[in-house]
């Protein structure tokens, strides 16, 4: 899957779901590049370059790991409030 940013395609996407700027974001994307969980590549669009970023093998990894941390997570923060934990 290609995420492409340096447009308003990438941080659009993610602003409608979490409060998060520019500023922030991209550093975390380079963060994730540098350690390899991201590739990026540059192409020309409409006379300027646009970045392409691209999900590796270990950053599907991770991300499966994340879900499932955050589902743990979830639960036991329902739990503690009270809600019923998702099966």
Request: glycine content about 4%.
């Amino acid at each position: 899957r290609q995420m492409c940013t340096r447009d308003s395609t990438l941080t659009a996407r993610v602003k409608e779901i979490v409060d998060i700027s520019e500023s922030t974001l991209y550093p975390v994307l380079r963060r994730l590049q540098k350690e390899n969980y991201l590739t990026t590549y540059d192409q020309p669009y409409q006379g300027r370059n646009r970045r392409y970023y691209q999900i590796t093998d270990s950053g599907k990894e991770k991300l499966v790991f994340y879900k499932n941390e955050w589902e743990i997570y979830k639960n036991n923060i329902n739990s503690l409030l009270g809600g019923k934990i998702d099966e």
